[in-house]
């Protein structure tokens, strides 16, 4: 299983990126997908999930209400729209791969395969 995180870039506070992530392999659709972060100086911290079906989207609480996880599971890929995008909201964005099928958790170890990162730069 390979993933390929792409859509990150620079922008100003308030603006809007959407991230999308790329799976290889036939089984992309039996698992849970997550988003994660590392700001400077932080540990890798949870963003969102979603569970295998879509159905269930799970956020950490600094962004509810403006980031959007989703799945298109006919194309292998993840999604992360971030709207009102913040100084804070600046890290490294990594794609995961659950190692179950439902969504929620935001334990590392609850995921066994990683994308390399995309860096999203928000300037005040």
């Known amino acids: 299983v390979q993933l390929q995180a792409s859509g990150g870039g620079l922008v100003q506070a308030g603006g809007s990126l959407r991230l999308s992530c790329a799976a290889s392999?036939?089984?992309?659709?039996?698992?849970?997908m997550g988003w994660f972060r590392r700001s400077p100086g932080k540990e890798r911290e949870f963003v969102a999930s979603?569970?295998?079906?879509?159905?269930?989207?799970y956020y950490t609480d600094s962004v509810k209400g403006r980031f959007t996880i989703s799945r298109d599971n006919r194309k292998n890929a993840l999604y992360l729209q971030m709207n009102t995008l913040k100084p804070e909201d600046t890290a490294v964005y990594y794609c995961?791969?659950?190692?179950?099928?439902?969504?929620?958790?935001?334990?590392?170890?609850?995921?066994?395969?990683w994308g390399q990162g995309t860096q999203v730069t928000v300037s005040s």
């Open positions: 979603i569970s295998w079906n879509g159905i269930g989207a």
């Open positions: 392999g036939r089984t992309f659709s039996n698992f849970a």
């Open positions: 995961a791969r659950g190692r179950h099928g439902s969504g929620g958790s935001r334990f590392l170890s609850e995921y066994d395969y």
